[in-house]
């Protein structure tokens, strides 16, 4: 896949046996880069949260994101590519509720509040720990289980590099949250190389990954109830919406976990 930019817009481009598909570049969840995902099928899967497209029509086939992208015409015309007017997806059915939870439509572009996308990265962690335990076969369990490894590690990285800097300095109490947190992150790194110590679906996995998610789960309830609130109180929209940016561009930078070593980070050079 390419991205070009057309009209003002990124087009993703993809060529499905032997025709043209070009689909919005951004994806509606949290403005990552659909050219940058993988293609399987006519199903494209964005790099950060893995939502997944239909490319011919647009549409969500799955979530995170609630809502589908447009779609063009795409032909080669003269050496040139040539796309038609853009087409509206048919919006999933949840999208409705989507929106009133506060995200917005891709007619009306991804809300970049920080606070909100992790909120949304924490739901894609949740619903990958349901993915995996309904699965029984050793292969989709590796498979789904370096998904998730990947994804832990680059939202703790995210939120060290991103959030609890900031958080640290914009409240009183932020630093003691931050320090928490990332003492926390260092707990679930811990239970993350418990699970790769065991072959997936040895009843050890099992033991250790149920351990991650309980580790996991704990951090996510104490970061909803205590550090993203304090963040919202005391930062403004302006601010939550860059750092929301930066938030993407982290994760663009760090798909799969590159250049992230999972070890553990030092409390105190995220906070100082
Ligand atoms: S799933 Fe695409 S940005 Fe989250």
């Not at 817009?9 to 403005?31: I, N, R, Y």
């Not at 950060?48 to 799955?62: I, N, P, R, S």
């Not at 970049?112 to 720990?129: C, G, K, P």
Request: charged share 25%; glycine share 6%; net charge negative.
């Amino acid at each position: 896949m390419i991205a070009v930019e057309h009209e003002g817009s990124v087009v993703a481009v993809a060529m499905l046996a032997g025709e043209l598909h070009a689909f919005d570049d951004t994806c509606p969840h949290a403005g990552c880069s659909l050219a940058e995902g993988e293609l399987d099928g006519t199903t494209v899967e964005c790099p950060c949260h893995m939502a997944t497209f239909d490319v011919t029509t647009g549409e969500v086939v799955d979530g995170p994101a609630t809502s589908g992208v447009a779609t063009w015409s795409a032909a080669i015309a003269n050496g040139a590519l040539v796309l038609s007017e853009p087409q509206s997806p048919e919006r999933d059915a949840d999208a409705e509720a989507g929106r009133e939870q506060g995200f917005h439509s891709a007619t009306a572009g991804p809300d970049m509040d920080i606070t909100i996308l992790v909120e949304l990265e924490h739901d894609a962690m949740r619903s990958q720990f349901d993915a995996i335990d309904a699965l029984t076969d050793a292969d989709e369990l590796t498979e789904a289980w370096a998904v998730l490894a990947e994804l832990l590690e680059v939202h703790a990285s995210g939120e060290e590099s991103v959030l609890y800097p900031r958080l640290a300095r914009a409240a009183d109490e932020g630093a003691e949250e931050a320090d928490h947190a990332v003492r926390e992150h260092n707990e679930l790194r811990d239970s993350v190389a418990a699970v790769q110590r065991h072959p997936a679906g040895s009843e050890e996995w099992w033991q250790a990954l149920r351990s991650a998610r309980q580790v996991n789960e704990e951090h996510l309830q104490d970061e909803e109830r205590d550090a993203l609130p304090l963040f919202r109180e005391s930062t403004d929209r302006a601010h939550r919406e860059q750092l929301g940016r930066e938030w993407v561009a982290f994760h663009e930078q760090h798909q799969h976990a590159r250049g992230l070593s999972g070890e553990h980070v030092d409390p105190e050079d995220v906070v100082s």
